[in-house]
């Protein structure tokens, strides 16, 4: 993110004009969620005059810049409460069905839902027989599944979530052991702004009218 975030936090590098922290928020505040809680870290003063502007409820909590993505979690028990609550990164985007995850999430019962999504491979792929190329197939969908960052959880979950801890590591493993984590299959569109590249990808999409999360944060 060096080329345009260098001295701006992530969430808040720009999609067509727009933070990329509006946009997830916005795919959930289109979808009938209005409560929010900003984990933040780095830039947190940027991010919290940022969020003091949006239409919904929101508040900001410092974490810290170097506090892990299991600890920020951690910080927030309290504020979370006795609720189930959604959790996801200030980067990743998606024409996810948020109500159907959150259906999902409770038919399951258990303490904790991710999102899977199988993203499409970088590179074009030769197709071979043998030693002889047969083809080639232009940056198809992994086979693999994974995670996509759009999470359900229950108060129970926060028990697996320690304050040293990244959440996508011991967390979720130990809720994997215990048979308390679900995968909710998300097959259309989701990409994350890792790179300068993925925000000129984004923003392309954007600009050209073919986001197909638009139609979910402008509803």
Not at 48 to 68: I, K, R
Not at 89 to 116: C, K, N, P, S
Not at 147 to 158: I, K, Q, S, T
Not at 169 to 177: F, N, S
């Amino acid at each position: 993110m060096r080329e345009r975030g260098e001295s701006l936090p992530k969430p808040l590098v720009e999609i067509g004009g727009r933070p990329i922290l509006w946009h997830v928020m916005s795919l959930y505040a289109g979808q009938g969620f209005g409560r929010f809680l900003l984990l933040t870290g780095n830039g947190a003063g940027k991010v919290e005059e940022f969020a003091a502007d949006l239409p919904w409820d929101v508040s900001c909590l410092d974490t810290g810049a170097e506090t892990p993505t299991g600890g920020r979690v951690h910080l927030a028990r309290e504020e979370l409460g006795d609720e189930t609550f959604c959790l996801t990164y200030a980067d990743g985007v998606a024409d996810i069905d948020l109500r159907a995850l959150l259906d999902f999430h409770h038919e399951q019962g258990g303490a904790a839902t991710i999102t899977v999504v199988r993203p499409a491979n970088p590179w074009g792929v030769a197709e071979l027989d043998g030693d002889a190329v047969t083809g080639f197939r232009e940056k198809p969908r992994l086979e693999s599944w994974v995670n996509g960052g759009f999470m359900v959880m229950e108060p129970r979950a926060l028990g697996a979530i320690g304050p040293d801890d990244v959440l996508e590591r011991d967390p979720l493993e130990r809720l994997a052991g215990e048979r308390e984590l679900f995968a909710f299959r998300h097959e259309g569109f989701w990409d994350c702004m890792d790179t300068y590249k993925d925000t000129l990808l984004l923003n392309e999409l954007w600009e050209t009218g073919e986001a197909p999360w638009r139609p979910l944060v402008e509803a």
